[in-house]
């Protein structure tokens, strides 16, 4: 795991965190999304700080973590849900954590003080990443919304909150 690195994303990395999302939408436990939006809709989506990606020894963006807003109103602030994607071909390896540890570091300096995410219960890496990291399972949120082919699927509701 020395051969890589995380850094802030930049523009020119957006067409291969659109890419490594669409392997999240393909793989079916990942996103209720069904497609992919384009780099601007991304981008008007998620916060502009907070925003990693991990790149090989050749540089090659190979996953990347933003966060967006749970809510616009004031109180809310502080509360951010996680994105957390990795290629299909280095999953197993432990860079999610690696990842995900560094999103939660950047997300407390920017001055978020609890990060959520929905997982799907199939998911079992993506919940082990994020208990690994401090998150804590809230719930499960049951048939809380419906697949681009109509099954129902529930979310497993984790969130950290900053230590103070």
Same mark, same amino acid.
């Given at each position: 795991?020395?051969?890589?690195?995380?850094? $802030?994303?930049?523009?020119?990395?957006?067409?291969?965190?659109?890419?490594?999302? *669409?392997?999240?939408?393909?793989? &079916?436990?990942?996103?209720?999304?069904? &497609?992919?939006?384009?780099?601007?809709?991304?981008?008007? $989506? !998620?916060?502009? $700080?907070?925003?990693?990606?991990?790149?090989?020894?050749?540089?090659?963006?190979?996953?990347?973590?933003?966060?967006?807003?749970?809510?616009?109103?004031?109180?809310?602030?502080?509360?951010?849900?996680?994105?957390?994607?990795?290629?299909?071909?280095?999953?197993?390896?432990?860079?999610?954590?690696?990842?995900?540890?560094?999103?939660? $570091?950047?997300?407390?300096?920017?001055?978020?003080?609890?990060?959520?995410?929905?997982?799907?219960?199939? &998911? *079992?890496?993506?919940?082990?990443? !994020?208990?690994?990291?401090?998150? *804590?399972?809230?719930?499960?949120?049951?048939?809380?919304?419906?697949?681009?082919?109509?099954?129902?699927?529930?979310?497993?509701?984790?969130?950290?909150?900053?230590?103070?």
């Amino acid at each position: 795991m020395d051969n890589f690195e995380i850094r $802030n994303m930049q523009e020119t990395d957006g067409q291969l965190v659109l890419d490594i999302f *669409k392997e999240g939408i393909d793989g &079916n436990d990942a996103t209720f999304e069904e &497609n992919v939006p384009t780099w601007e809709a991304w981008k008007i $989506n !998620h916060y502009e $700080n907070c925003r990693l990606v991990i790149t090989d020894e050749n540089s090659t963006v190979i996953g990347w973590a933003a966060l967006s807003p749970v809510s616009k109103r004031p109180c809310f602030s502080g509360v951010a849900e996680v994105s957390i994607y990795l290629s299909n071909a280095v999953k197993g390896q432990g860079l999610g954590t690696l990842l995900l540890r560094r999103l939660v $570091n950047e997300s407390e300096e920017n001055g978020f003080w609890t990060l959520q995410s929905g997982i799907f219960p199939e &998911n *079992k890496a993506s919940l082990n990443t !994020h208990q690994k990291c401090g998150f *804590k399972v809230v719930g499960t949120r049951e048939k809380i919304g419906k697949m681009p082919d109509g099954t129902w699927r529930d979310i497993i509701l984790v969130e950290k909150r900053k230590e103070d």
